[in-house]
């Protein structure tokens, strides 16, 4: 931490209050770090640490996971899931025109969302409804074989995997990363988590929500649905391998750092990742089991926003690396309904360090 707040910081501290103030925001907080620069900022400033569910950013933790086993010689990127997994899971998990891909879809295609493969969380089944619509109205719990039920018989694929130019972002393929790690390390996916990630890491207040800490779901910084309340502790519970993990900002700055470094997995790696960007949901793209957020400058008044890599979560946290900046970004808002709000707020946080340290 700085011991002498510049004009910076006021600024920073200054636009995060005024999202706090907001009714449809809860518990903000949010880490900011440069290593060249050895500045480290966060907010609130005394704040006790709370933590929160980083929901999607889960996938981060998933996909290194994935790239450490893969160091190992344990799974191989090209090779189809089905080689790890019972066949019983991927046949007849994506039929299209009468085809069934499902055994063949790959590793990769699993990691970069290019699988075609339906979600079974966000999208609206033959009963018109969504499971996540469905936990939101009356909390409820699953597993993942409901999860490869509901994919295979309520919804129907996109496109042939790896169809040229093509991606389609479902938490069904990370279910299905993460079945592949239990079958590969023989452990539970939220102890291959800690054994692999959390306890070398040294992230404190990181854990992944499972039926073993269901009790401390009120420790957790609640979310809201607008500006309602949001009360679901078995769904959370659920999603595990797709959104499963608390975290803090002060966490995530830590995991994101050796993300990028090679802590946790060669940093050539990192090249093949970010080869090929594919869009998933404007203005978000997805590489290889990491995403890219980048503005166009007629969004921003044409000043320039610099790419951010790495991924969001639907709870309403971010945690973004900004390469042209040597920066990196760690926070929440803690709203489902708004998912723009906690991209416009990191943006204009990126856009102040950029300003203040005078990059183009």
């Avoid at 921003?300 to 979560?313: E, K, L, Q, Y």
Wanted: charged share 20%.
């Amino acid at each position: 931490m700085t011991g002498h707040e510049q004009p910076l910081e006021h600024l920073l501290a200054a636009t995060l209050a005024r999202y706090a103030a907001r009714p449809d925001t809860r518990a903000i907080r949010f880490a900011l770090s440069s290593p060249a620069r050895q500045w480290s900022w966060q907010w609130p400033a005394q704040a006790p640490t709370q933590p929160y569910f980083i929901a999607s950013i889960t996938k981060l933790y998933v996909s290194a996971l994935i790239m450490q086993l893969r160091h190992e010689g344990r799974v191989d990127l090209d090779r189809a899931a089905s080689d790890y997994l019972d066949p019983a899971v991927m046949a007849g998990i994506h039929v299209r025109r009468g085809v069934d891909a499902g055994p063949r879809i790959t590793i990769s295609e699993l990691l970069a969302h290019t699988s075609g493969i339906a979600d079974y969380f966000e999208e609206r089944g033959k009963d018109g409804t969504s499971q996540f619509e469905r936990a939101l109205a009356r909390d409820c719990a699953w597993s993942f074989a409901d999860v490869v039920r509901i994919t295979k018989t309520e919804l129907a694929s996109h496109f042939a995997p790896s169809t040229p130019g093509k991606a389609f972002y479902s938490d069904t393929n990370y279910q299905l990363l993460g079945a592949v790690i239990e079958a590969v390390t023989r452990q539970s996916f939220e102890s291959a988590l800690h054994a692999r990630v959390i306890a070398p890491l040294g992230l404190a207040h990181t854990y992944p929500f499972s039926h073993a800490t269901l009790a401390r779901y009120d420790d957790v910084a609640p979310m809201l649905y607008g500006r309602d309340p949001v009360r679901i502790p078995l769904a959370m519970m659920s999603v595990r391998a797709d959104g499963g993990i608390v975290s803090t900002a002060d966490d995530g700055l830590t995991f994101l750092e050796a993300f990028m470094t090679g802590r946790l997995f060669p940093a050539n790696d990192l090249e093949e990742m970010q080869r090929t960007w594919r869009r998933i949901f404007f203005p978000l793209e997805y590489g290889v089991g990491i995403m890219r957020f980048a503005l166009p400058s007629w969004m921003t008044g044409f000043r320039r926003v610099p790419p951010m890599i790495g991924h969001s979560g639907a709870s309403g946290a971010v945690l973004f690396h900004v390469p042209d900046l040597d920066l990196y970004v760690s926070g929440t808002v803690n709203q489902i309904r708004k998912r723009s709000l906690s991209f416009e707020l990191t943006t204009r946080l990126v856009m102040a360090c950029g300003r203040a340290w005078r990059v183009p």
